[in-house]
């Protein structure tokens, strides 16, 4: 049976965390936090579920909030809980890259298009432009035309290599 049809008070941990999984996964995490409180006050020791709390902490931004609640973990009787800690951990608390501006890529806000008439609703894209101050060149590299190839004497060259591979093939049993 699914469980989101069922009563929280009437679920078991397994669906509990199938629950707060799916919600996870469609990116409600505030949902998540309040499915993992309900589950809480009937399995408050399970591990899993204050993983799961932490990864929604961690994924509405509140990074220290969910170091601290990882940490908790480390100790968990449940070896998987312990590791999964330990992994989540290193991620939230490794040092951040700096990323060079022309890595990020700015989304445009479209907030104002809802509002616009549907004659304005069209997106215009700008192409880069180059700039301005690229050398040009004034001489092109002239090349030299390539003296014509003797085509004939090419002709009869291939011939012959072709009559001598067909006669070797007539020799071969």
């Not at 989101?4 to 941990?13: G, K, N, V």
């Not at 992994?87 to 890595?103: H, S």
């Amino acid at each position: 049976m699914d469980p989101e049809l069922i009563p929280p008070e009437d679920l078991r941990l397994p669906q509990h965390l199938a629950r707060i999984e799916a919600s996870f996964e469609r990116g409600q995490y505030r949902r998540v936090l309040e499915q993992v409180k309900q589950a809480q006050s009937r399995y408050p020791q399970a591990g899993k579920l204050r993983l799961w709390q932490a990864l929604a902490e961690e994924a509405l931004g509140e990074t220290q909030e969910a170091i601290r609640l990882a940490q908790t973990l480390l100790g968990n009787p449940d070896p998987e809980v312990a590791q999964q800690a330990r992994y989540v951990l290193g991620i939230w608390q490794a040092p951040r890259l700096r990323r060079p501006a022309e890595w990020l890529l700015e989304i445009p806000d479209l907030s104002h298009l809802e509002e616009a008439e549907p004659g304005e609703r069209r997106l215009v894209y700008e192409r880069p432009r180059r700039p301005a101050s690229l050398p040009k060149v004034a001489d092109p590299i002239r090349r030299e035309a390539a003296p014509p190839l003797n085509t004939q004497r090419l002709t009869w060259v291939l011939i012959g290599i072709l009559f001598a591979l067909l006669a070797v093939m007539a020799w071969l049993p």
